[in-house]
């Protein structure tokens, strides 16, 4: 398996849109790792040594997609000094939605009380890279003025697919939403999107998969086996793939945006795993104290681990306006995503 290099395009753009502020929903569960165990028959310390996750937030019952989503928004809002009426769209990331009809971001922007077609909202789903897919989209709608303000969330209960029994399927993964505001940038604000890239290497598309649940298989159509309708993953295929097709993937990024690695303020990838994380460092050349990692006490939460990560990185300090960012994912497919943004 060779690598193909993905040469940066011949002209660079900057994109003026500014995201103006971050927001999260944290699960009202705690689930901690060592809890897991005893209820498994683990022995103690397996789920933490295999998952680098100490703790996790799980959706308690009645604790919706929607419901999560609108809460992260309305923090977004508060940060960016902006309310849910200056929206003028919402779109909705996740791999499993409230319902297959209507959308996720429906039910979410009768949350935030936009009705009477005050507001766009559709859903993306590009597994883990949801977060990056809508960001973009939101970004080449701001800057082509076909909105002002729009907000991008991702929210995820991931705990409800998973199969518990499987350590490495399951003892990464928690609940939860990540939002961001996304709005025009002023002519005399440095904030901007200064490249875009995404990549999808299907020859993947059997890495991490849900079978079930979809129009080949279903409640009227059931699956050879009912553990189909839950989350399977090789993750040593996973690593492979990414520790292989990342390199030239980020440099691409960073070549587009005319950045080099000591430019960045912060790394801000999905926290895949500790493993993942550790890539980051070991082969793409970034200081360990660039890359944001909150998976120990949040673990994997699907699409929405990239903005609760892009948001501890603001509320810490760690990224302050005019700095530079990397936002980078992987997700099923095998697909690779990343946005470099001056915050």
């Not at 903005?307 to 603001?314: G, Q, T």
Request: proline fraction near 6%; include cysteine.
């Amino acid at each position: 398996m060779t690598a193909t290099a993905v040469a940066p395009p011949a002209t660079r753009r900057t994109y003026p849109v500014r995201i103006a502020g971050t927001g999260v929903h944290l699960a009202s569960r705690v689930v901690e790792s060592v809890d897991l165990d005893a209820r498994h028959g683990r022995p103690a310390g397996t789920t933490w040594e295999r998952s680098g996750v100490t703790r996790r937030r799980w959706a308690a019952d009645g604790e919706t997609s929607s419901a999560m989503a609108a809460s992260a928004v309305g923090h977004a809002l508060a940060a960016a000094g902006l309310a849910p009426g200056d929206l003028d769209a919402v779109i909705a990331a996740s791999v499993l939605p409230e319902q297959p009809m209507p959308t996720t971001a429906v039910l979410t922007l009768a949350h935030l009380g936009l009705v009477g077609g005050r507001a766009a909202g559709f859903d993306v789903n590009s597994s883990c890279l949801g977060f990056l897919t809508a960001l973009e989209i939101a970004t080449l709608g701001v800057a082509a003025g076909r909105w002002d303000r729009v907000a991008v969330v991702a929210t995820e209960i991931a705990s409800k697919g998973l199969d518990h029994a499987d350590v490495e399927a399951s003892a990464l993964f928690g609940d939860g939403a990540g939002a961001a505001i996304v709005t025009r940038a002023a002519p005399s604000d440095a904030s901007a999107v200064l490249a875009l890239r995404f990549a999808t290497f299907p020859e993947g598309a059997g890495f991490c998969r849900i079978d079930a649940g979809g129009t080949r298989w279903n409640v009227t159509t059931p699956p050879p086996e009912p553990g189909a309708y839950l989350f399977r993953m090789d993750g040593p295929a996973v690593l492979r793939h990414a520790a292989l097709r990342l390199p030239q993937f980020v440099a691409a990024a960073l070549a587009e945006a005319g950045l080099a690695r000591e430019d960045l303020a912060v790394v801000v990838p999905h926290q895949a795993s500790g493993v993942g994380l550790r890539l980051l460092s070991e082969r793409l050349g970034f200081a360990p104290e660039q890359v944001v990692d909150v998976l120990a006490e949040r673990g994997n939460q699907v699409a929405a681990s990239l903005p609760n990560a892009l948001d501890a990185a603001v509320a810490s300090g760690r990224l302050r306006r005019g700095e530079h960012a990397l936002l980078l994912g992987t997700g099923a497919g095998f697909a690779m995503g990343a946005a470099v943004v001056r915050f």
